[in-house]
Nanobody, 119 residues
């Protein structure tokens, strides 16, 4: 079993910052790609940013230049620094971790953390 737990969401004013954290734990050899996704009611979950185990990153166009994804491989953690937040960034943010297990590489999701941007 692999557990993925996010933290750090909350309410922030437009232009503010938040930092999300995500920890993967459990029975696996290592974690490959880790990513952040977000979802609003009635819409599909969308990729925000991901980072490989080598540190290669990719961002959605809507967050480029504002969000920074990073990770600590020793702790199996991934972070999302969100700056210059906009109301349209309001969503539930989910962490995804791809774990190398005895059954191959399996993707696991966290329970999500709410980010609300409002004055």
């Amino acid at each position: 079993q692999v557990q993925v737990v996010e933290s750090g969401g909350g309410l922030v004013q437009p232009g503010g910052s938040l930092r999300l954290s995500c920890a993967a734990s459990g029975n696996f050899f290592s974690i490959s790609n880790m990513g952040w996704y977000r979802q609003t009611p009635g819409k599909q979950r969308e990729l925000v940013a991901f980072i490989t185990s080598a540190g290669v990153t990719n961002y959605a166009d809507s967050v480029k230049g504002r969000f920074i994804v990073s990770r600590d491989n020793a702790k199996n953690m991934v972070y999302l620094q969100m700056n210059v937040l906009k109301p349209e960034d309001t969503a539930v943010y989910y962490c995804n971790a791809n774990a190398r297990t005895t059954q191959g590489i399996i993707g696991y999701w966290g329970q999500g953390t709410q980010v609300s941007v409002s004055s």
